[in-house]
């Protein structure tokens, strides 16, 4: 007989690999920013890249393993 797969803690373990690639882009972003010389306060704009690619990210495990998940 096969185990029932509990979903919930798939979806935890998307979010915190997503939540660790938001937290190496942002640092990746802020050495970047640093190297170059810009400056973070006047533009922060420049640190919703790494939480909008986290979340995109995401959103997209989540659909691709939804997909997957029923064939």
Excluded: H
Aim: net charge positive.
């Amino acid at each position: 007989m096969r185990k029932p797969e509990n979903l919930t803690l798939y979806y935890i373990f998307l979010a915190v690999g997503c939540g660790a690639v938001g937290v190496i882009t942002t640092f990746a972003v802020l050495i970047v920013c640093q190297y170059y010389g810009i400056d973070v306060t006047k533009n922060l704009w420049v640190l919703a890249i790494p939480l909008a690619l986290s979340l995109f990210l995401n959103v997209s495990f989540i659909e691709l393993y939804r997909k997957f998940r029923n064939k």
